[in-house]
């Protein structure tokens, strides 16, 4: 009989979250290439996002959409709930500041709130999100409220 290994970037367990408990995220630089990539898969073609004239902008620099920072932060906390997410029931989202190709995200998560299901063998757990940009800033904040597995 083989060995039981420990599983790396296994998920959190709704045992393992408590109000009040904190984590980050490893750091990610979005690209030009993440930014074509995106607005070619969604097809947000906002001249904001596509084309290179900046003598229209207000905003100075290659801009990416806030659907695409989001989405990067998901992926970001992929690891929190890998093999452990049940679902994802909701959020809302509030897009605080502007981020362009060539900064460097990470996601810092709060537990906010925490309770089993009324069957009780899974848990609701809310949590504050903020994704911050290499100079500290909250580029983009947002409360998904998700369902967990409970430990076995």
Do not use: C
């Not at 039981?4 to 367990?13: A, E, I, K, Q, T």
């Not at 990539?37 to 900046?54: C, G, H, Q, R």
Request: a neutral charge; proline letters at 3%; hydrophobic letters at 45%.
């Amino acid at each position: 009989m083989a060995q039981s290994l420990p599983l790396v970037g296994h998920g959190f367990y709704f045992e393992d979250l408590a109000v009040g408990m904190r984590f980050r995220t490893h750091r990610r630089t979005l690209r030009e290439a993440d930014l074509v990539a995106f607005v070619n898969l969604t097809w947000l073609t906002e001249e904001l996002f596509t084309v290179d004239d900046d003598s229209q902008r207000a905003l100075k620099g290659k801009v990416v959409p806030g659907a695409l920072v989001y989405a990067f932060a998901e992926g970001l906390l992929l690891p929190s709930m890998q093999d452990t997410g049940l679902a994802f029931l909701g959020a809302t989202l509030d897009v605080k500041r502007s981020t362009q190709v060539g900064d460097t995200i990470h996601v810092e998560a709060e537990v906010t709130a925490h309770r089993l299901t009324s069957k009780g063998d899974r848990g609701l757990v809310r949590f504050a999100n903020r994704v911050v940009n290499q100079d500290g800033e909250t580029v983009l904040a947002y409360d998904p409220l998700r369902m967990l597995k409970r430990r076995p």
